[in-house]
């Protein structure tokens, strides 16, 4: 059924399930917003960004982070949102990669968590289109575009447009607008 999110302007990009409050997140990109959503798609609040930015994605993490992507900017952040935040907190981890830049909207898609605790996977739309891995850990982080091989991507696969990593069968979602 289709069902029109009232309260909203210019739509919603990115979905994810928080089990902890089940609820759902998503973002919007112009004005830059997270929102929080009943399972009927009731608009909870929303939570303005003091800043202009392109969100496309977002990622529960657990503990009451997420993870955000700015598409324009190539920059994924991470965020901490409980039940009492109002606007969202400056970023408690930021990592921007230098690629793509001449390209306004091939940025950064999509978020999925991975199958290991603190693994985020991270689709780059086209133009290459990319599959990062992202794993960090508490003294390191390592970014990996080994998912991008062109025998793990269907060959008809023209862009990625979100991503889902459905941690019980160990299958990577993904989903393509072209």
């Known amino acids: ?4 999110i009232t309260g909203i302007h ?27 959503l009943d399972t009927e798609g009731n608009v909870l609040r929303v939570i303005p ?32 949102i409980d039940s009492s935040t109002t606007v969202l907190p ?8 230098d690629v793509n ?13 991975g199958r290991g605790e603190h693994a ?3 689709a780059q739309e086209k133009k290459p289109l990319r599959l990062y891995v992202t794993d960090q850990s508490p003294d390191a982080l390592s970014v990996s ?7 793990s991507l269907p060959w008809f696969l023209k862009d990625i447009s979100g991503l889902h990593y459905d941690r019980n069968n160990g299958l990577l979602y993904v989903l393509s607008h072209e």
Not at 1 to 4: G, L
Not at 90 to 97: D, F, H, I, R
Not at 101 to 113: I, M, P, T, V
Not at 145 to 151: E, P, Q, V, Y
Request: hydrophobic share 30%; net charge negative.
């Open 49 to 80: 960004s003091d800043g202009d930015h392109d969100f496309e994605a977002i990622e529960y993490l657990g503990g009451n982070r997420y993870a955000l992507s700015r598409e324009r900017e190539r920059t994924l952040t991470t965020h901490c």
């Open 101 to 113: 830049r001449h390209s306004d909207n091939a940025g950064f898609e999509g978020l999925a968590r």
């Open 145 to 151: 575009d080994s998912l991008t091989h062109r025998a």
């Open 10 to 36: 210019g739509g919603l990009s990115g979905l994810t399930w928080n089990p902890d409050s089940r609820t759902l997140f998503a973002v919007t990109d112009h004005p830059s917003s997270v929102v929080e």
């Open 120 to 122: 985020l996977m991270v």
């Open 90 to 97: 400056p970023a408690t981890y930021s990592l921007t990669l």
């Open 1 to 4: 059924a289709e069902k029109e």
